[in-house]
């Protein structure tokens, strides 16, 4: 398993922003796709942001598209996710994930503990 470490979470009003941080463990992101993910109280994991480290290629799902933008610090060897304009609907734990493809990292079944966002007045 790609180990990460996730952090940078916490409670932000609406409006608010946040960076959060997905740094490896016992390897390096070079070659690797890595997504961001999030799972909100009783509903399933999906999937929110991406950056292949190989081309530059991001994604973002449609429901954070020019409200979270992600990137990669190469030499932190560190993939962020900065959050802004944050909803209220955006509070989930939110997971991140590297695998060779993009194809892979779809179906990633392995995962940290994740950190926690809350978006609340």
């Known amino acids: 398993h790609l180990q990460l470490v996730e952090s940078g979470g916490g409670l932000v009003q609406p409006g608010g922003s946040l960076r959060l941080s997905c740094v490896p463990s016992g390897f390096t992101l070079d070659y690797y796709v890595i997504g961001w993910f999030r799972q909100a109280p009783g509903k399933e994991r999906e999937g929110v942001s991406g950056?292949?480290?190989?081309?530059?290629?991001?994604y973002y799902a449609d429901s954070v598209k020019g409200r979270f933008t992600i990137s990669r610090d190469n030499a932190k060897d560190t993939v962020y996710l900065q959050m802004n304009s944050l909803k209220p609907e955006d509070t989930a734990v939110y997971y991140c994930?590297?695998?060779?493809?993009?194809?892979?990292?779809?179906?990633?079944?392995?995962w940290g503990q994740g950190t926690q966002v809350t978006v609340s007045s």
């Open positions: 994930a590297a695998a060779d493809s993009w194809a892979s990292l779809l179906v990633n079944n392995y």
């Open positions: 950056i292949s480290s190989m081309d530059g290629k991001t």
